[in-house]
């Protein structure tokens, strides 16, 4: 009986799909705007970070109300503290950071009376740019610069003869680890856990939009992103001039889009449309 469902279901399908497709035909689109940013877990707050977001993409119907979108996109992420000392912070620097991404985003929309669009999906990044400056200078931990790599806490020094400590985000946790292996009480986590010198080289993101005709072919969209894994790990200090740690961080790109759309055949899908309801 399931079987006999599915096949009927299939069927209705490839019997509508001429008529779905007649009614509307792949629209182009193209981005232009700008991101609002931060790195949560950075220790630095609020979206001040400001970057490019730009690209192209496609458009594609599955019903009258539903599409999906896929889109190739240059997006710029980070982070950025102006003042070197903000108040219960424990890394009291200048901070920025940049990150720049080619990412393709997938998305479903849902859109109503051809007004107003809803959107969620995914996203995978991969980092085609990165730099960061701590007081106006690179960033230089334990004397080499910045990269892309697992982003993760490692030990100093033989490591394959030493457990993997790449899933700790707890500096208690972290100790433990430390003094079981043996290393004296009164060593600190510092002197033996190298503090993270790479970001993870992919990023995937949750996305939500929402998009807004203005006039034909052109809207303006909204989109929220947020890392669905840790960019980085990071080790902090309640004192810089203190070697022991005070907490181990997970860091994720958080970031607010505001970008026009200006999408081809719009005009041209409308109309098969309005043409397939008569028929």
Known sequence: MRRVSIFALVLAFLVAAPTLLHAQIIKGEVFFGGNACQVDGDECYGFKKFGVHAGAGALIP?????????????????????????????????????????????????TDKDAVSVGIGVSYGRVVGLNELVNGEPSNY????????????????????????????????????????????????????ANSNTYRGNDFNICADARFRLWEGVHAELRYQYSLRPIRYRMFYEDPNLVLANQIRAQYNNSITLRVVYIFNEHRSKSNKESSKKE
């Not at 079981?180 to 986590?189: D, I, Y």
């Open 62 to 110: 599955i019903t009258s109300f539903m599409d999906v979108g896929l889109e190739v996109l240059f997006n710029q992420k980070g982070a950025y503290k102006k003042n070197a000392h903000t108040s219960n912070s424990t890394f009291p620097y200048a901070y920025h950071l940049k990150l720049n991404y080619a990412e393709i985003p997938l998305m479903i929309y849902l």
């Open 142 to 193: 334990e004397g080499v610069g910045i990269g892309i790599g697992d982003g993760q806490l490692h030990w100093r020094q033989n490591e394959d003869k030493l457990p993997d400590i790449g899933h700790i985000i707890d500096i208690n946790e972290l100790s433990e680890i430390v003094y079981k292996e043996g290393f004296p009480a009164t060593t600190h986590v510092s002197e033996v856990i």
